[in-house]
């Protein structure tokens, strides 16, 4: 991107947001994770204690997971309410079902403490005895799980111009994320700013 601020479709404080600016990326492992498919729909994972930005982050992807399915994913806050596969985000040393998982080496999150709004996006085996899989996002800080989780709506088709350009996603019953382990971060331009205008841009 240049090191030019994107506006997206979100905001973690109720209006646009800004873009992820010239992250460090990288693929880890080609992996796929479902998200639906037919009857099936994962559950979403997000500790009762997380910061607010990350609770609207959820809300939003939950909203893009509806407009993509028609169906509505159930939110739980804990292991114990794990029933089947599920996508889980937090930040690192804040979220205790994380943390655990990170415990027992289950995901790797070398390097990732202390930095500034990165994340790492894994997909693990058997995180616990009752489910097949997860597809964990673990940020460094707050900005950096949210900015994973837009990275998943991205991932599963949604425009981040669909509210401004009007670009509604492609309704369809299966959604499967690809080349899902990665991680990224931290930014080249730690500090940005966004400047919103009334025009559609191209104009």
């Known amino acids: 991107m240049n090191g030019k601020p994107n506006i997206s479709k979100h905001n973690i404080n109720g209006g646009s947001r800004l873009e992820n600016v010239n992250h460090s990326r990288i693929c880890v492992a080609k992996e796929t994770f479902a998200v639906s498919g037919g009857d099936f729909l994962v559950q979403l994972g997000l500790s ?60 790797d999150v070398t390097g990732l403490a202390g930095q500034w709004e990165s994340f790492v996006i894994q997909k693990i085996e058997n995180p616990w005895e009752q489910i097949d899989s997860a597809l964990l996002i673990i940020g460094s800080d707050v900005r950096g799980a949210v900015y ?29 994320i690809s080349d899902c382990n990665m991680r990224q971060g931290p930014p080249s331009v730690k500090y940005r700013g966004i400047f919103i205008n009334d025009v559609i841009l191209g104009d």
């Open 48 to 107: 009762i204690q997380s910061e607010k930005p990350l609770h609207t982050a959820m809300t939003h992807f939950l909203r893009d997971i509806e407009q993509i399915t028609g169906g509505r994913a159930q939110v739980i806050h804990s292991a114990d309410q794990v029933t089947q596969s599920v996508v889980w985000a937090g930040v690192i040393g804040c979220c205790p079902v994380l943390d655990d998982l990170i415990s027992r080496k289950k995901v």
């Open 148 to 176: 994973g989780l837009f990275e998943l709506s991205e991932k599963m088709g949604v425009s981040p111009w669909y509210f401004w350009a009007d670009v509604p996603p492609v309704r369809r019953k299966k959604i499967t």
